[in-house]
């Protein structure tokens, strides 16, 4: 949930004891509104995608530096973590950990130690890469 709402997804309002989680874009994040109508078309129009899914979907897209090796790689695949982390200024652990997710979700693909964008195929995912690649601030 954290993650969510750091994106600009969800709003938490205490209640008692509980907190409550709400969507809500946060119109300071680009991206939001437009995510979370994708998010909501699958979920009402679609009846072959399950929650499960679409977070998993999603979460490829929660942090900032996924986003940018995403934006990377898309327009300069394939690449090598050493070449990642000079155009990014990451750490290399920090690139390791991020690439690690985005190939376990189909985004990213690696082949002997050169990591490449993978198109999706789903139009789901489709549509949120659209959302990522067309955002303005991530």
Partial sequence: LRALQSRGLISARRVSRWVLYFPS??????????FLKAVSKALHDDETYNIMDIERACTAYTHVRRIAIIRLLYY?????????????????QAIKRHLAKLVDRQIVSENE?????????????????????NAQTA
Avoid: N
């Fill in 76 to 92: 300069s695949s394939p690449m090598s973590i050493s070449s990642i982390e000079t155009a990014t200024g990451y750490s290399f």
């Fill in 113 to 133: 130690g050169a990591y490449s964008f993978c198109e999706p195929k789903d139009p789901f995912q489709k549509q949120l890469l659209r959302i990522i690649l």
């Fill in 25 to 34: 874009p946060d119109p300071l994040v680009d991206s939001a509104k437009h």
